[in-house]
């Protein structure tokens, strides 16, 4: 995934950009951050819906969620650009995770926006839903 992204970004002429892509786990990753105190401006994040650690460790996104979008608050910097939180998990629907976005980033003020993500099916001309796409952007 993060070959494709780094072709994406080079297609978008940011190839140069001081993009910092990460393979890790990212409950992990984000308290390390927070114990570093680094900070950023802005969050893109797009959670497996289940996973297993090296440890046998499970990450399902209906548990673990809401507990990382907190922790990754810790690391913003005082006025962050935007916040991103992609799901291919047909179970969280828009609405909630918009709401999950809007209480986390309520402090900053700004706007949340949160919609339905689907494939279009040509033979039939309908959307195929597979999952949920929510953002925060500073006022």
Known sequence: MVAWAKENA????????????????????VEREIRRGKTYDAVIMDPPSYGRGPKGEIWKIEDAIFPL???????????????????????????VLAYMIETIMKPYGGRTDAQEIGLPVSASGLILPCGASGRWEKP
């Open 10 to 29: 080079a297609a978008s002429n940011l190839g140069g950009a001081p993009i910092r892509w990460l393979v890790d786990d990212c409950m992990k990753f």
């Open 69 to 95: 979008l907190i922790a990754c608050t810790k690391i913003l910097s005082r006025d962050p650009l935007f916040f991103l939180v992609n799901s291919y998990t047909t179970g969280l629907q828009p609405a």
